[in-house]
């Protein structure tokens, strides 16, 4: 998984572990910088979760949840009173961006350019980790998945807000190749992570 996978699914998921499987440890490992598929079908890694379009021939998967695209900044921000942003306003303001090769999140940028919008990139980052951080401490703003923003806002005294585009709905997903589709353990922890996190 990601960052963002690591944010949002590791608390959780650590806990329900600790209570039912104490014996167990976790690894996780980025879905860039590895061959996935190569390592999937090894059997290095056996599950992958997140928003990865080019796990296809070969895998099984199975939908998590469904997340939009929202708008993040600072609370007190010159846009927190704002309910909704204009084009303009998301336009002119400054953008930190991610570019999270290798997931499906590197398109973002491809679909905003496709519906003629402009963001003014002050900083690109590889991953979302930092962005909260970020975000906190300056007046820029980011396009981040609902469920990371819905994560950040209490820690790092955010809040976020609805794009004034319509990008493509993430689609959270949890694969393993069919070599391990059978396997106990691996429908075991399938069935753990599907039943705490699907909706």
Not at 147 to 162: D, G, K, T
Request: with cysteine.
């Amino acid at each position: 998984m990601n960052d963002i996978g690591e944010i949002y699914f590791l608390s959780t998921l650590m806990k329900i572990l600790a209570e039912i499987a104490p014996g167990i440890s976790l690894l996780t490992i980025r879905t860039t910088g590895v061959n996935l598929a190569e390592d999937m079908e090894a059997g290095r890694i056996d599950l992958a979760i997140g928003w990865l379009p080019h796990l296809k021939s070969g895998f099984f998967q199975r939908r998590l949840f469904v997340q939009e695209h929202v708008c993040m900044f600072r609370r007190g921000h010159p846009l927190d009173k704002k309910s909704a942003l204009t084009k303009a306003e998301f336009e002119a303001a400054d953008h930190v961006v991610v570019s999270a090769s290798g997931t499906g999140h590197a398109s973002v940028d491809g679909s905003i350019e496709k519906l003629g919008v402009t963001r003014r990139a002050v900083l690109t980052v590889p991953h979302f980790v930092a962005v909260g951080h970020i975000l906190a401490t300056t007046d820029m703003i980011a396009t981040v998945p609902e469920r990371l923003a819905r994560h950040c806002v209490e820690p790092f005294n955010l809040r976020y807000v609805r794009l004034p585009l319509k990008l493509p709905e993430i689609g959270v997903n949890m694969f393993w190749h069919s070599r391990f589709h059978k396997d106990p353990g691996n429908q075991w922890f399938r069935s753990l992570v599907f039943d705490r996190f699907s909706d």
